[in-house]
């Protein structure tokens, strides 16, 4: 399904949500048997031998090498992770060059992965934040209750500012056990904020997966002629030839996306750009592909 | 400043465009929400003031661009008054008159005399101000003008110069000059100058009187003779003159050509050696003179052996020098194997000793039965009414000449015949006799004009009146010339008892070969078209006079035929410049022809065959190259003709220097006209706007391209 066939009617109603996100879940699931998700990031416990049926993956190598023994390593906890999903509900989300905005677009990258999360048994809690918290739904891993997630998803509407880091501190305190939180957002006018929220949410131990969401557009700033550009997030209006600064923006604009880029890096978050222009499925099953490397090592 | 083209200003309200386009794409403003305005606005400052300067600068160069397009269209010229001497220096209005006669061709360096003229004269022009007009001729023997008007293009003047070739034909500078000082006439506001870039060779100056007296007669223009090469006379040789010799050219029979070569050095020439090739063949003869005088010419024969019937080419060969043009002389031929002669008789049936033209035929082909097959001259008697339809045939190009022997009444379709024959190249010769009415001949006006002379009704001698007879000395004709020794016998016991009076024509070159001892014309002979008509006094036969008895008949006839041959053959052998002219069979009307002309391989179609009255004719003017020519139709070689270089060319002698000063003391009056100052343009920037506009179109191109300014 490519980003233009995304019904922006459909991420609007939950139901239609559901469904879609349900189709691109089962999509990817298809012939895969292991979640991307399962037993990473989960604490070291022990070591125990090897017996006959246990997963030749989790055999230690390391161990095998040295002494010649079969030892199976063992996690502290291994099911039952908690995921937040922390959708950025600033102004500058709406936009959107083509059919669909940007929040079209997180809204259904979120509910694909909350269907996905549910799925696997986990548990998903999810926050629509602006300068805030805006909205939050406490954890879950009861599969009927994905209805009520894509029904909150739907009826989100952009309307705020951005101040990300004090609606990731609010996300931290909710999230007190460690795990998994996955921000989609566009980061504009908030970095500061995003390396404080980063710096937050993995002191607390939690693994931090970042989807920078943006359009087309904003990526390659294709205008021709003269344009007055109207502020989603302000007042302010700005008549300028596109021409004239395309060079500029676009060296600006890489090196915010270099700056986002490393700020993930530094707290070992990882760092997913999704181009609007891209179909949804691409994206997702790029990373989760990226997931499946890691967890192999 | 101003312009030659003012109309074209109007284009520089173009400018206009660029700047409506400009405007019209700050109006036509889209409006979009945007979410990324941080970026936004740090580009738009951090560009504003850097994209206003460089909109500014695009929109400057493309209105300039469009402006000097339009003024450059317009032509912008300086101008200035002719021959104000505050702008034009020493301005003058000049024809440049280049001596392109053969000995032109004379080595000077590393070219030719005929070069150094050329680079002197780009020279002259190189140094003139730009007021200053040029026309420019080519002089020899004719005058070839390449700019008629003294102009100020000194490119096409340069161009023209540069392409001019030399010529082999004589020299001849008054006419030159003549038409000169009537190019320069009209101009009377400038100083005016004929400059003749010449080798100074004495020939060239023979009117040197027309051309002072020309000179002083036009005080208003100089005329400035400029001598190139090391202005010393030259010590040359060369071939001035190759012919046939004796009688026709004919297949299977030894050839004799004459050869002239003469010595224009200071010293003699001694055992100059002279090789004759055919074809260009290794030499077929060769002849060695022990010593030519200085100032003389010494005449020799070489011979060679007997060729195919058909066209050849001759080239007499002498050793080098330092003017190689004369060294060498090209003649073409047309060698026959057996020609009719076809004698009409007004007397034609009965005994072979009573028709009017046995005796005739007996002196044309004066050899055996047995031997009348290999001979050259085939006679065939007929009747006149016989004519038209022996001349009708297509054989007719094999008639080498056609006797009239008292032919009797000439009747219209005879006299046509006849006609059509001769100025295709034919040869008419007529014995008058008893049948003849004079007044029935004057009644038929084609043949009437065809006559070289009035014939009138014949006259008796008076009873125990002296009979007439022919002259008996002072023989100019070279028919006759062999009789001016008296070894040869005489022709003034050639006696008349009744004979026709003849009066030479006014008006139509006729001449006379051979006179009675009155003085009155016997032998009388013109040119007409391309053929001859020669006509005698009285009969073919011993009827009226002793002519056929007389041991000079044989000879008389056959000199006769032998010259109206290198009559004929003459046609083939052209002076330079002069025009080839040739019937061709109907056969190839409106065909194309085509020539190869001398030191070229290959032959280009050069002219088509044109109708001149009932013949078909190829005319070929382009002669001037001495050399062989071959003539082409459809592939097929159909003529070959020679053309030979002025023999006056080779005497490399110079001018009198006397005549040259004479020349120089005319001193031209200074101008002094009262009429309205005429403005010449004495500076042209339209070259180098263009050159600047296309600088900016691509300076625009590259900014533009660089800043990515589609608009």
Known sequence: MSAELLDADAVSRGEALGLLARRIVEGYRVGEHRSPFHGFAIEFAQHREYTTGDDMRHLDWKVLGRSDRYYIKQYEQDTNFV???????????????????????????????????????????????????????????????????????????????????????????????????????????????????????????????????????????????????????????????????????LKNFDEFRARVRKTCEKFRAHYVLADTAKPLADTLSGYLAFRHTLGRK | MSFLYPAMLAGVAAVSVPIIIHLLNKFQVKTTEWGAMKFLMDSVRANEKKVKIEDLILLILRCLLIALAAIAFARPVLKALAGSSASSGNAVAAVLLLDNSASMNQSAGAGTLFDEAKKQAIQWSDEQPPQSLAALSLVSTQTDVLIAKPGSDRGLFRKLLAEAPVSDRGSDLAQGVRLAIETLKPIEDQPREIRIYTDGQAKAWLKSEEIIKLASDNPGIRIIPIIVGDKKSQDNAGIVALRTDGGIAAAGQPLRFHLEVANYGASPLKNVSVSLSVDGGPPAGKQTIAQIPPGTTQATSISVAPLDAGPHTLVATLGPDAFSVDNKRSLAINVIRQMNVLIAEGNHDGPAMDRDGFFLANALVPVSADQLSRYYLAALPLSPAELPGELGNKNNSLTQAVFLCNPGPVSPAIAQALKSYVEGGGNLVIFPGPLVDVAEWKANTTFWEMLPADIWSPLEDAAGAAPLKFQAGNFTHPVTALWNDPAQGSLAAVEFNRSFPLTLRQGIASRTILSLDNGEPAIVERNYGEGHVVLFNSTATPEWNNLPLHPSFLPLIQRLMGNLNRSNEARLTLAPGEAFRMPVDETHKGKDFAVQRP???????????????????????????????????????????????????????????????????????????NQTPRMVVTKEFWTTLIWIVLAFFLLEGVIAHRLSHAR
């Not at chain 1, 999810?126 to 997630?149: G, Q």
């Not at chain 1, 500012?161 to 998994?180: D, F, H, N, S």
């Open chain 2, 599 to 673: 030191g070229s391989d290959a032959s280009r179609t050069s002219g088509q065959v044109v109708q001149d009255g009932t013949r078909n004719l190829i005319r070929y003017a382009a002669t001037d190259l001495a050399g062989t020519y071959k003539v082409s139709i459809d592939s097929e070689v159909i003529a070959i003709f020679g053309v030979q270089m002025d023999p006056a060319e080779s005497d490399l002698r110079l001018v009198d220097s006397a005549v040259l000063a004479e020349l120089q003391d005319i001193k031209a009056t200074e101008v002094t006209s």
């Open chain 1, 83 to 249: 995921s937040h999903l922390v959708v950025d509900g600033s102004s500058s989300m709406n936009y959107g060059s083509g059919k669909i905005t940007k929040l079209h677009y997180a809204k259904a990258l979120a509910a694909c992965l909350a269907n996905l999360i549910l799925l696997q048994r986990d548990a998903v809690a999810l926050a629509l934040v602006d300068t805030e918290v805006k909205e939050y739904l406490p954890r879950t891993d009861s599969l009927p209750k994905i209805k009520h997630i894509m029904e909150r998803l739907a009826a989100f509407r952009a309307t705020g500012g951005t101040r990300l880091g004090t609606a990731l501190e609010q996300v931290a305190l909710q999230a007190r056990r460690r795990g998994i939180v996955i921000l989609i957002s566009d980061f504009f006018d908030d970095e500061e904020g995003l390396n404080k929220g980063l710096e937050r949410l993995t002191f607390s131990g939690n693994e931090v997966i970042v989807f920078h969401t943006l359009d087309p557009y904003e990526l390659t700033f294709p205008f021709k002629g003269t344009w007055k550009f109207k502020d989603l997030e302000g007042p302010t209006l700005l008549k300028t030839s596109p021409a004239d600064i395309r060079k500029t923006y």
